[in-house]
């Protein structure tokens, strides 16, 4: 397993577990104390995580940075591959759809079906550069301000919220940095805007909700679940909160995992 991997599951336990014993994830990922000591302070460079006393801790508001783009980017574990692929599955021909630049949405671009013709926007411009060249796609990508780095590259300021308001999209693909029974939830207020603004102008929302994003209020609220027409998330997320989402009035299907290829 690559040292990023294994990176990218230790956040996944701490956000499952809200804390991590230093022996306990050398053991599971049979490897010295010391080499998860280096991988906990590396992700608590990136603001990911706080090292405690023979471990980390990990609140909803640790995070302030995206994940490296290697780890964002990459190809995705069986989970996220699983609710990327069944989201593809709702595009129909001739849509518009909005896929934006989180990692889950990535993910979705492996799976884009080739043999219809449909419309993407996205605020992305890693997302815009892969899918560009598709003979069936049109892309239009949302201007606004660059951020500098170690920033998404995510397009989410004022001008991006005034310019995707004047689309009428058939779908938007949504998520967050959390997802409980009060709704969508971003690490910032600008990015909860964008969001926003994206299901104001979607017929349809559907909300891409891996496991370690459930039950997680992040700073600014961005849509409420009443909202959302469909939550897909993964067979690690709790019988408990797929029924309290249920109990929102929210249809919730569970993705079958899928390996990479």
């Given at each position: 397993?690559?040292?990023?991997?294994?990176?990218?599951?230790?956040?996944?336990?701490?956000?499952?577990?809200?804390?991590?014993?230093?022996?306990?994830?050398?053991?599971?990922f049979?490897?010295s104390?010391?080499?998860?000591?280096?991988?906990?302070?590396?992700?608590?460079?990136?603001?990911?995580?706080?090292?405690?006393?023979?471990?980390?801790?990990?609140a909803?508001?640790?995070?302030?940075?995206?994940?490296?783009?290697?780890?964002?980017?990459?190809?995705?574990?069986?989970?996220?591959?699983?609710?990327?692929?069944?989201?593809?599955?709702y595009?129909?021909?001739?849509?518009?759809?909005?896929?934006?630049?989180?990692?889950?949405?990535?993910?979705?671009?492996?799976?884009?079906?080739?043999?219809?013709?449909?419309?993407?926007?996205?605020?992305?411009?890693?997302?815009?550069?892969?899918?560009?060249?598709?003979?069936?796609?049109?892309?239009?990508?949302i201007?606004?301000?660059?951020?500098?780095?170690?920033?998404?590259?995510?397009?989410?300021?004022?001008v991006?919220?005034?310019?995707?308001?004047?689309?009428?999209?058939?779908t938007?693909?949504?998520?967050?940095?959390?997802?409980?029974?009060?709704?969508?939830?971003?690490?910032?207020?600008?990015?909860?805007?964008?969001?926003?603004?994206?299901?104001?102008?979607?017929?349809?929302?559907?909300c891409?909700?891996?496991?370690?994003?459930?039950?997680i209020?992040?700073?600014?609220?961005?849509?409420?679940?009443?909202?959302?027409?469909?939550?897909i998330?993964?067979?690690?997320?709790?019988?408990?909160?797929?029924?309290?989402?249920?109990?929102?009035?929210?249809?919730?299907?569970?993705?079958?995992?899928?390996?990479?290829?």
């Amino acid at each position: 397993m690559l040292a990023e991997e294994r990176r990218s599951k230790i956040v996944e336990i701490l956000k499952k577990e809200r804390k991590v014993i230093a022996k306990d994830l050398a053991d599971l990922f049979h490897i010295s104390i010391d080499s998860i000591r280096r991988d906990l302070s590396i992700l608590e460079d990136q603001g990911m995580l706080k090292k405690a006393y023979g471990g980390a801790i990990i609140a909803p508001e640790v995070r302030k940075l995206p994940l490296p783009e290697k780890i964002r980017y990459g190809e995705g574990t069986v989970h996220h591959n699983g609710i990327s692929k069944l989201a593809i599955s709702y595009i129909q021909e001739n849509e518009t759809v909005f896929i934006g630049g989180a990692g889950i949405h990535y993910g979705m671009i492996k799976y884009l079906p080739s043999d219809i013709s449909f419309t993407v926007v996205t605020n992305s411009m890693k997302v815009a550069e892969t899918i560009r060249q598709r003979d069936n796609l049109t892309v239009y990508i949302i201007g606004g301000k660059l951020r500098p780095l170690p920033s998404s590259g995510n397009i989410i300021d004022t001008v991006a919220v005034d310019l995707i308001s004047q689309f009428s999209l058939d779908t938007g693909f949504l998520t967050g940095g959390g997802i409980s029974t009060k709704g969508i939830s971003t690490a910032t207020t600008e990015g909860a805007r964008f969001t926003r603004a994206v299901s104001d102008v979607s017929r349809k929302k559907i909300c891409l909700a891996p496991h370690e994003k459930l039950s997680i209020d992040m700073f600014a609220r961005a849509v409420s679940l009443k909202e959302v027409d469909l939550v897909i998330t993964d067979e690690k997320a709790s019988e408990k909160m797929i029924d309290e989402l249920e109990g929102q009035g929210v249809e919730v299907i569970v993705a079958p995992a899928v390996e990479s290829d």
